[in-house]
C-alpha cells in the first residue's frame, strides 16, 4: 500500500524558511516523479512543484519560482520542498502526491494527508 | 500557462440523476494529459480520470470521462450519496501544471 507521510509544517514569520518533507512507502520510490500539490484554507487545489523520479527533472509554478526548491534523497525514499521568503499568500496545507509515472508529464494517483503551513507576524 | 476553466460552478443534483462536468482549457492540452479529481471535505484529492477517459483504479463504471483539445467533460451517469462532492481538473502536459478552479456537486 502506498503510504506518505508529509512533514515539517508550521507557523512561519514572513520572510523565513520552512522545509516540508514526505516520507514514501509501499512503491519504488525513485521510478516515480513526484509533486507538491498546495490549498489555501477554503479554496482550491494549486500545484506548486514536480521533480522527476531521478530527480534530474524540477519544475515549478511561477508563484514560487526562485523561492522554492524541490529536491529528494532516494535512498531515503524522502521528498522534500525547502521553502524561503514566505509570503502570507504561501499559506496553505501542502500535499506531497504521487505520479503514475517517472516523468512529471503523468497525473497523480497517491496522495498524503498534507502539512500546513502558516505564514503570519 | 494553461488556464483551466471550469463549469458550473455548482451543480445541485438528486441522487439517480446524471452529472455532467465540464473543463475548458485556455490552449490546446497536450495528448489529452487531462485528468480529474474528486476531493470530499477534510480529505486529500482522489484520483477519478486520467487521459482524459482512462478511469483510476477502484473509480466504479459510472464515471465517465471525454474529450480532447480544450474540451473536456466529466460525467456520473447516476449518482450515489457519496459522489457528492467538490472535483477538479488538472492539466499535466505542460509546466506549469495548473488546476480548474473546481465544481461542487452538491444534493439537492
Known amino acids: 500500500e502506498v503510504q506518505l507521510l508529509e512533514s515539517g509544517g508550521g507557523l512561519v514569520q514572513p520572510g523565513g524558511s520552512l522545509r516540508l518533507s514526505c516520507a514514501a512507502s509501499g512503491f519504488t520510490f525513485s521510478s516515480y516523479a513526484m509533486s507538491w500539490v498546495r490549498q489555501a484554507p477554503g479554496k482550491g487545489l494549486e500545484w506548486v512543484s514536480g521533480i522527476s523520479g531521478g530527480g534530474g527533472g524540477t519544475y515549478y509554478a511561477d508563484s514560487v519560482k526562485g523561492r522554492f526548491t524541490i529536491s529528494r534523497d532516494n535512498s531515503k525514499n524522502t521528498l522534500y520542498l525547502q521553502m524561503n521568503s514566505l509570503r502570507a499568500e504561501d499559506t496553505a496545507l501542502y500535499y506531497c502526491a504521487k505520479t503514475q509515472g517517472s516523468s512529471v508529464y503523468y497525473s497523480s494517483d497517491s496522495w498524503g494527508q498534507g502539512t500546513l503551513v502558516t505564514v503570519s507576524s | 500557462e494553461i488556464v483551466l476553466t471550469q463549469s458550473p460552478g455548482t451543480l445541485s443534483l438528486s441522487p439517480g440523476e446524471r452529472a455532467t462536468l465540464s473543463c475548458r482549457a485556455s490552449q490546446s492540452v497536450s495528448s489529452s494529459y487531462l485528468a480529474w479529481y474528486q476531493q470530499k471535505p477534510g480529505q486529500a484529492p482522489r484520483l477519478v480520470i486520467y487521459?482524459?477517459?482512462s478511469r483510476a483504479t477502484g473509480i466504479p463504471d459510472r464515471f465517465s470521462g471525454s474529450g480532447s483539445g480544450t474540451d473536456f467533460t466529466l460525467t456520473i451517469s447516476r449518482l450515489e450519496p457519496e459522489d457528492f462532492a467538490v472535483y477538479y481538473c488538472q492539466q499535466y502536459g505542460s509546466s506549469p501544471q495548473t488546476f480548474g478552479q473546481g465544481t461542487k456537486l452538491e444534493i439537492k
Open positions: 487521459g482524459a477517459s
